[in-house]
């Protein structure tokens, strides 16, 4: 079975803090990604990457960036955390794009 | 741009009542649709795909249409339960195959 692990399932920061999210899936997919879940608005896509080293930006990639340095790892990070990202953030991966993905269980970032 | 909506109001039925859930989607029409079910604090979990020429989908308790011509999905629990209880999401994948696009959900309450 897949599994999607994310690092912390609660973070509390300040405002101006760089602040990294960690995800590692076990499956040996080519594909993963970043959501941010708000209420109402669905998950929305940050950024995704096809391949090692590969990224592409998704909807809404202002104020992030990522890192894949390794298959089965995929970093998001906020590079001067502001409140207006407080959220949930969603790790996903699948091996085919058009394939289902699976998540982790996610992460609740509080920016205060 | 492409859009997917779902019902935002929660859908609150009796135990052993059919659950059906909406999926509009407007401007693209997808090659496929995928539901998702998401728990409190947790991620979401991929229940079916339905591709555009499949008229319906099953799997055990679960059925999902896919109407091109009213550029909708249902999505339906027959003999609900109370662990039916849940938020569902449903997603297709815009042109290009690149990046899913998730509805905002609708939260399903059945009641014993």
């Known amino acids: 079975d897949v599994k999607v692990t994310q690092s912390s399932r609660y973070l509390v920061k300040r405002t101006g803090e760089k602040v990294f999210l960690e995800c590692v899936q076990d499956?040996?997919?080519?594909?993963m990604f970043w959501y941010r879940q708000d209420p109402g608005l669905g998950l929305r896509l940050i950024y995704f990457?096809?391949?090692?080293?590969?990224?592409e930006k998704g909807d809404i990639p202002e104020g992030y960036s990522v890192s894949r340095e390794k298959k089965e790892r995929f970093s998001l990070i906020l590079e001067s955390a502001s409140t207006n990202q407080t959220s949930m953030y969603l790790c996903?991966?699948?091996?085919?794009?058009?394939?289902?993905?699976?998540f982790g269980d996610g992460t609740r970032l509080s920016i205060l | 741009s492409q859009k997917i909506e779902q019902n935002s109001e929660a859908l609150n039925i009796q135990e052993g009542k059919t659950a059906t859930l909406t999926c509009n989607y407007t401007?693209?029409?997808?090659?496929?649709l995928q539901w998702y079910r998401q728990d409190p604090g947790r991620g979401p979990v991929f229940l079916l795909l339905?591709?555009?020429?499949?008229k319906e989908k099953r799997k055990e308790r679960l059925k999902v249409t896919f109407d091109t011509t009213l550029k909708q999905s249902l999505f339906h629990i027959t003999a609900s339960q109370p662990a039916d209880s849940a938020t569902y999401l449903c997603?297709?994948?815009?042109?290009?195959?690149?990046?899913?696009?998730f509805g905002a959900g609708t939260r399903l309450a059945v009641h014993p």
């Open positions: 339905i591709r555009e020429n499949e």
């Open positions: 499956m040996d997919h080519e594909n």
């Open positions: 990457s096809y391949d090692v080293k590969m990224k």
């Open positions: 997603a297709w994948v815009s042109g290009g195959y690149n990046k899913l696009i």
């Open positions: 996903a991966s699948c091996r085919e794009l058009d394939q289902p993905q699976h």
């Open positions: 401007n693209y029409s997808p090659a496929y």
